[in-house]
C-alpha cells in the first residue's frame, strides 16, 4: 500500500470497540477500512475476560448504553453466537453481611427502575444457583442479563462479517486535517488512507491517536490482573462477585466496591478478574494484586483454594476522568470522531457505541445519547493528576 | 529463609556457579526441583534402583564426581524438592533483593521464602520438537525424555526404536539407547554433512566427540540417515512405524524417496529453547529466546546473572564456564572487589558459544517442515488445537504468537505454549517470542491467598489494589 487509498470511514483500532463501529457502520451502507498497528485483538481486547455486564452499572448514561448493548449482543449472537462463544449465563451479585445486602438491595432496586432485571436471591436460596458457594453469605441478587462472549473471537467475527478492509501493522502516525481543520484521512507508516470520516477506536491509546489529531483526550491505563486457573469440570455456572461495600447508591460517589468476579469458561479454566490499579503502562508482575484476586475468589469459592492458578496477565483499561467513554463526533476536529475510553466495560459497551457510531456517521448525532459521552468535555490541558 | 546469592537449577551451570561463588567466601543457597542436584545432563538414578554402573549412561563422569564431591564439602546450602514459581524484587529501604518462592516437594502444596541480595539464573533449557502427523501416538517420545527415562529409571521404552529431528542431542540419545539395548533402527537427522562441513571451523572442538558417538554407532550397526525426515508416524493405539523420506538442498522431500520402518519407539527432537520465565519476570532483557548477558554474566537488571542454556543452549561444558565466572563475578559484586576472570573458562566459554552458533545454523529444522504438517495434525496438545485452526487465524487478523493463542487457544493450555510456541511460529510466519509467564510453575491459589493474609497492611508501596467486576 504505497499510495492512497480511498473510502467513506477510517477506524483506528482492530479491537473490540473498532470491530463494533466497522461493523455497524458498514451496515449503514458505508465503506469503511479498520487500521491497526498490531494485530486484531492486540490491545486491552486480548486482556479481558469478556464481561457483558449490567449488574456493576449504577442507573445513568452508562447503564443505558449498557442496556441497547446488551440488547444489541443478542442479536449479534443470532448470527455469529457460537463463534464468538457468547454465552448468556447471567451474574450473581452475593453480600458477605446484612448491611452489604442492604446496599446491594438498594442499588439494585434503582437498577430495576432503569429497565434492569436483578431478582434479590435469599441466603437459603443462593445454594440453587451456584452450589458452590461458600455457606455463609447473607443473600444476593440474581442478574439474568449479564453475559460473556470470547472477546478476542468477537472482535475477528464482526471485523470479518463487516467486511471492511482490514490493515494491521499500520500505524497511524498522523490524523490529516485540511488547512481549515477538516479531516480527511489517516497517514500511516505505509502511505495515506483518505476519508471524510476517521474513528478514534484506540482504547487506552485513544489519547495518543487524539494527540496526532491535534486535540487532547485524556485517556489514561488502569492496569488489571487476571488469574487463570487449571481448566476444572463446571463447578461455577455465572459470573459471581461480591458486594462487600455498596456506597449510599443515592449519594453521588455510589462506588461499588467490589471484590473479584469469578467465572468458569466453557474451554474450563475458572476465570478471577480484576485487579484496578492506576501505574501506567507497567506489565510487571504485582503478587500483592493477584494475591488480593486470589484470597477474595476463595472467600467465595472455598473450593478454589487446592486448584492452581497456571497464568496471569495485565491488561490496560482505557479510562477516562469521569469514567464514562467518549463517543461522538468531536467539534474541534469536524471529520473525527472518537469511541474510546470505556475503562472496564469496552467489550459490553461495544455494539452499542459502534451503533451510536454509526447513527453519527450517517447524520444523526444530535441523539441526546450522546450528550453524556462528548469527547470534548474535559478542559483542554494535559491531564496529569492520576499519573503516578 | 536468607542468603546472599540464590542460585535457581543444580545443573552444570547452577553447580559451577554456586561452588566458584562459595570458594570466594559468599554465602550460597542452590535450589532445585528435582530430588537430587545434577539437572538434566546429570540426572541419577533414583537411589532405591541400586543402578551399578550409573556412569555407563552418563556423559562426562569425571567432571559430575568431582562437582558432587566439591558440593558435599561445600556449605552451600542445597535445597532439592523446591519447584520455584516466582522471583519477586523487593526493597526493605535499606538494600534491593529478591524473594524467591518455591513450592515444595512432590505435592506442591505449600510455598517457602528464600530472600536473597543476588540471584543467578541457570534454569536450563528445554526440548523443541515440531509437530508431524501422528506426533502425539504414544511411543512418540522427545529424545531427552527418552535420555531421562534412561538416566533416571533405567527403563527401556520399546525394543526398536527410530530417533529423529536435527541436532547434537540425536548421537548421543542413540548411542545410549543401544547402549541400553535397544535396537535403533535408524537416526534420521534433516540437516546433511555438507551444511555441517560449512561450519567445520567453529565446530572443530565437537568432532572427536561427535566421531566417538558415529564410532559406538557403527558397533551397534546403527544406520545413520542424513538429511532425512520423518513424514509420519503410524498406529492405532500406539507407534508402531514411522514413513522417512529424504530431503532436497532446498528442504524439500524428495519424490519417491519415502520408506517405511517399523518401531516402538519414536524418540524426536528439534533443538532445545532456553527457560527464560523468571528471567522475564524479573524484567531482564531477552536477546532473541535467550537471556540476555554480558561478559560477567550479569543481566541488565542490577543483582541478577544468568549462566548455561538459560543464556543459549550450547551443552554443559559451555555451562560450566559460565556458571563459574557468574560465580566469580557475584562474589566480587558481594565483596566490592574487582572481577577477575578465570583465562581458561573465558577461553573455553568463547570457544564453546562458536560451536553451539554454528551447530545452531547447522541444525535448523527443513526449511519445508511446515509442508508435511497436514491441516488436521494436532499442534497444541493441551488444547487439542490443530494446524488447520491456526492457519485459520491468521485470515481472522492475527499477526504474532498472542493473537495467535487467543483466536484459537494453542498454548492457553498447561504448558503454556513451551511445547507449540515453535511449532505456531513456523506456521504462521510469526516472530518466535517468548511469552510472559508470571508464574513458572502452577500455583495453588491457597498458596496466594496465604500470602496476601500475612502481607503487612499499612504497606507504602505499591498502591492498593481496588477489585472490581471489569
Redesign the interface.
Known amino acids: 500500500m504505497g499510495e492512497s487509498l480511498t473510502c467513506d470511514v477510517v477506524v483506528v483500532g482492530a479491537g473490540m470497540t473498532g470491530a463494533a463501529c466497522a461493523l455497524y457502520a458498514a451496515r449503514a451502507g458505508l465503506d469503511v477500512t479498520v487500521v491497526d498497528r498490531g494485530p486484531v485483538a492486540g490491545g486491552t481486547t486480548g486482556a479481558g475476560e469478556g464481561n457483558l455486564l449490567v449488574s456493576d452499572k449504577t442507573p445513568g448514561p452508562e447503564l443505558d448504553l449498557a442496556l441497547l448493548s446488551l440488547r444489541l449482543w443478542g442479536e449479534l449472537a443470532q448470527e455469529l453466537g457460537k463463534e464468538i462463544e457468547y454465552d448468556p449465563k447471567g451474574g450473581l451479585v452475593v453480600a458477605g453481611t446484612p448491611r452489604a445486602l442492604t446496599s446491594l438491595e438498594r442499588l439494585a432496586a434503582g437498577q430495576r427502575a432503569a429497565g434492569v432485571r436483578a431478582e434479590p436471591v435469599p441466603a437459603d436460596r443462593l445454594a440453587d444457583l451456584e452450589p458452590h458457594l461458600a455457606p455463609d453469605l447473607a443473600g444476593g441478587v440474581h442478574y439474568p442479563q449479564d453475559a460473556q462472549v470470547m472477546p478476542a473471537l468477537a472482535a475477528a467475527h464482526l471485523l470479518r462479517a463487516s467486511g471492511a478492509r482490514l490493515l494491521t501493522g499500520h500505524e497511524v502516525t498522523r490524523v490529516l486535517r485540511t488547512r481549515d481543520g477538516t479531516v480527511y484521512g489517516v497517514r500511516t507508516d505505509r502511505g495515506e488512507l483518505h476519508a471524510p470520516a476517521v474513528v478514534n477506536a484506540a482504547g487506552t491509546w485513544g489519547g495518543e491517536l487524539a494527540a496526532r489529531a491535534g486535540v487532547s483526550l485524556p485517556v489514561l491505563p488502569r492496569r488489571g490482573f487476571v488469574l487463570v486457573t487449571e481448566p476444572l469440570p463446571p463447578r461455577i455456572r455465572r459470573k459471581v462477585y461480591a458486594a462487600d461495600y455498596v456506597a449510599d447508591v443515592a449519594g453521588d460517589s455510589a462506588a461499588l466496591q467490589t471484590s473479584p468476579v469469578v467465572e468458569g469458561t466453557a474451554a474450563g479454566p475458572v476465570l478471577i478478574g480484576a485487579s484496578r490499579e492506576r501505574v501506567g503502562f507497567d506489565r510487571t508482575l504485582s503478587l500483592p494484586a493477584v494475591r488480593a484476586l486470589a484470597a477474595g475468589a476463595i472467600r467465595l469459592f472455598p473450593f478454589l483454594t487446592t486448584v492452581r492458578a497456571i497464568r496471569t496477565y495485565a491488561g490496560f483499561r482505557p479510562y477516562l476522568p469521569d469514567h464514562l467513554p467518549a463517543i461522538g463526533p468531536d467539534p474541534r476536529a469536524p471529520g473525527l470522531l472518537h469511541a474510546c475510553g470505556h475503562e472496564g466495560a469496552g467489550i459490553g459497551l461495544a455494539p452499542g457505541t459502534g451503533h451510536l457510531i454509526a447513527r453519527a456517521l450517517t447524520g444523526h448525532a444530535t441523539e441526546p445519547a450522546f450528550a453524556a459521552f462528548r469527547p470534548d468535555r474535559f478542559p483542554d490541558a494535559p491531564h496529569q493528576e492520576d499519573r503516578r | 529463609m536468607r542468603t546472599d546469592l540464590a542460585v535457581i537449577g543444580a545443573g552444570p551451570a547452577g553447580l559451577a556457579g554456586a561452588l566458584a561463588a562459595h570458594a570466594r567466601g559468599v554465602r550460597v543457597t542452590l535450589v532445585d526441583a528435582a530430588p537430587a542436584p545434577g539437572g538434566q545432563f546429570h540426572r541419577q538414578p533414583a537411589s532405591g534402583l541400586r543402578a551399578a554402573r550409573p556412569q555407563a549412561l552418563h556423559h562426562q563422569w569425571r567432571t559430575w564426581t568431582r562437582l558432587h564431591a566439591a558440593l558435599a564439602a561445600s556449605t552451600v546450602r542445597l535445597l532439592t524438592d523446591h519447584h520455584v514459581w516466582?522471583v519477586?524484587r523487593v526493597s526493605d529501604g535499606r538494600a534491593d533483593g529478591f524473594v524467591v518462592h518455591a513450592l515444595l516437594g512432590p505435592e506442591q502444596?505449600r510455598s517457602v521464602e528464600l530472600h536473597a541480595t543476588a540471584l543467578l539464573l541457570a534454569t536450563g533449557g528445554y526440548e523443541t520438537v515440531l509437530p508431524f502427523p501422528g506426533w502425539t501416538l504414544p511411543g512418540v517420545v522427545t529424545a531427552g525424555g527418552a535420555q531421562a527415562m534412561l538416566k533416571a529409571g533405567l527403563v527401556v521404552p520399546g525394543r526398536t526404536a527410530v530417533v529423529a529431528g536435527t541436532g547434537p542431542l540425536l548421537l548421543p540419545v542413540a548411542t545410549a539407547l543401544a547402549a541400553a539395548g535397544v535396537s535403533v533402527a535408524a537416526v534420521v537427522e534433516s540437516t546433511g554433512p555438507r551444511r555441517l562441513a560449512r561450519y567445520g571451523g567453529a565446530l572443530a572442538g565437537k568432532l572427536p566427540e561427535a566421531a566417538g558417538y558415529a564410532v559406538r554407532l557403527l558397533r551397534h550397526r546403527v544406520p545413520c540417515l542424513a538429511r532425512h525426515t520423518v513424514l509420519r508416524a503410524h498406529g492405532d493405539d500406539r507407534v508402531t512405524g514411522v514413513t522417512v523420506a529424504a530431503l532436497d538442498a532446498q528442504g524439500r522431500v524428495r519424490p519417491r524417496t519415502e520408506r517405511f520402518l517399523p518401531c516402538h519407539t519414536l524418540a524426536v527432537s528439534h533443538g532445545m529453547l532456553p527457560h527464560t520465565d523468571l528471567a522475564t519476570?524479573l524484567?531482564c532483557r531477552l536477546d532473541g529466546t535467550a537471556v540476555a548477558v554480558d561478559d560477567q554474566q550479569r543481566t541488565d537488571v542490577p543483582g541478577v546473572w544468568a549462566a548455561g542454556e538459560a543464556t543459549g543452549t550450547g551443552g554443559a561444558s559451555l555451562a560450566l564456564a559460565e556458571g563459574h565466572l557468574a560465580g566469580r563475578s557475584v562474589a566480587a559484586r558481594l565483596h566490592g572487589t574487582p572481577y577477575t576472570p578465570a583465562p581458561a573458562a573465558v577461553a573455553a566459554r568463547a570457544r564453546l558459544r562458536r560451536a553451539a552458533d554454528a551447530l545452531h545454523r547447522a541444525c535448523t529444522p527443513p526449511a519445508h517442515w511446515t509442508d508435511q504438517v497436514t491441516d488436521g495434525t494436532v499442534v497444541c496438545r493441551c488444547?487439542e488445537v490443530t494446524a488447520g485452526e491456526v492457519r485459520e487465524a491468521l485470515g481472522?487478523?492475527?499477526?504474532?504468537l498472542?493473537?495467535v493463542k487467543?483466536?484459537t487457544?494453542a498454548g492457553?493450555?498447561?504448558c503454556?505454549g513451551r511445547i507449540c510456541g515453535p511449532a505456531v511460529a513456523g506456521l504462521t510466519g510469526c516472530r518466535l517470542t517468548p511469552p510472559?509467564?508470571?508464574?513458572a510453575q502452577?500455583?495453588?491459589?491457597?498458596v496466594?491467598?496465604a500470602?496476601?493474609?500475612h502481607?503487612p497492611r499499612a504497606?507504602p508501596t505499591?498502591?492498593p489494589?481496588?477489585?472490581?467486576?471489569?
Open positions: 516466582c519477586e502444596e519476570t524484567g488444547e481472522l487478523g492475527a499477526g504474532d498472542r493473537s487467543l483466536l487457544r492457553m493450555g498447561w503454556q510472559r509467564r508470571p508464574f502452577p500455583v495453588p491459589l491457597g496466594l491467598a500470602q496476601h493474609r502481607e504497606e505499591p498502591p489494589a481496588e477489585e472490581g467486576p471489569s
